[in-house]
Structure formats: structure tokens, C-alpha cells
């Protein structure tokens, strides 16, 4: 019996020091390795301790208490977040074509419907959006790039950059506007 306790104690221990200190338990919740382990020691003392001389039950009692006291001092990380599912902006690589294909067109007008169809499909960065409008020449082409990227920007809480992508105070109004619209 005492090598069953020592065994379980021992293998417990080394289980306690893997790299992945949680586990999936019932409903996706995550459960600390090292509360499986307190709980199965409990199980052991509940149901197996007790079967033993008092002598033996003494030491493994203490052997059990010193192995709690193991466990407390074991550092855990904090439980894992939840990833947030997308949207996830526009790709690098396919901005970069994107742009290309912007400033391979010759009239704003084409410009734009190049911008339109892109933002149908694709979420942008604050950066992104930025970079979108400073390829326009005159105001009404960069507000109305704004206009149909704004919607699908994912890091709306860095908006204020592209007010500074606007040269005149009255067309940094009309992007607060349309920021704010949103």
C-alpha cells in the first residue's frame, strides 16, 4: 500500500511539471492540472489512507500535507484568453496589390471604384486606410476612399491617425464625420 501512495504522489509531482498546466473539462472549461491533482490526492486520503495502520496513516499523512504544500508553491499562469474570431484585416501582400492596382489606374473616378470593390470584401487597419488615402491628389477622392474603407476598419480605437492624413480643417471635420458616423 505504501508504494501505491508514493507512486501516485510521485506521479503526480511529475505530472504537475508539464509545459501545459490546464486542461479542457467539461463545457470547454479549462481546469488547472494542478486542481486534478489536489482533487485526486483527496480521493487518496478519503478512500485509501484510511485503510491503513495508524502508523503508516501518520506518515503518509504527512507525506500527503508536505505534497499540498508542493502544489501551493507551484507558479500558474492565468487561464487562457479566448481568441477572438476575425475579422482580420487585409493581408500585406494583398494590399500591396491593391495599391498597385489603385495607382495603376489613371482617373480618380476608377480610383475609387478599385477602393469600393476592395472594401466590399476586405477589413483594413487604421495604417492601411491611411495609406489608401495619401494616394489620392484632392480632397473629395480621399474623403470618399474613407467613406467606403471606414466600415470594415478592425482598430477603430486608432481612428485619430487618419484625421492627420487631412491637410485642410474643414476636410478633417468632414472625416469626423464620417468616423463618427460609424
Do not use: C
Not at 32 to 57: A, G, P, Q, W
Not at 68 to 97: C, D, K, Q, R, T
Amino acid at each position: 500500500m505504501k508504494v501505491i501512495i508514493i507512486f501516485l504522489l510521485l506521479s503526480s509531482a511529475l505530472f504537475a511539471q508539464t509545459e501545459n498546466l490546464y486542461q479542457i473539462g467539461p463545457g470547454g472549461r479549462p481546469i488547472s492540472i494542478v486542481d486534478k491533482i489536489s482533487y485526486n490526492l483527496e480521493l487518496l486520503e478519503r478512500d485509501y489512507l484510511t485503510k491503513l495502520s495508524y502508523r503508516d496513516y501518520v506518515r503518509a499523512k504527512d507525506l500527503l500535507i508536505e505534497t499540498y504544500n508542493l502544489l501551493l508553491a507551484i507558479p500558474l499562469p492565468p487561464p487562457p484568453i479566448p481568441v477572438e474570431e476575425g475579422p482580420y484585416p487585409i493581408s500585406e501582400e494583398e494590399f500591396s496589390s491593391l495599391v498597385n492596382s489603385i495607382k495603376n489606374e489613371s482617373f480618380q473616378e476608377n480610383q475609387l471604384s478599385v477602393v469600393q470593390i476592395s472594401a466590399r470584401y476586405n477589413y483594413f487597419t487604421v495604417n492601411q486606410v491611411v495609406n489608401v488615402i495619401d494616394l489620392f491628389s484632392f480632397s473629395d477622392g480621399k474623403l470618399k476612399a474613407l467613406e467606403y474603407l471606414y466600415p470594415n476598419v478592425v482598430d477603430k480605437y486608432n481612428s485619430h491617425q487618419i484625421i492627420k492624413a487631412f491637410t485642410y480643417s474643414s476636410d478633417k471635420e468632414k472625416a469626423q464625420e464620417i468616423i463618427n458616423s460609424y
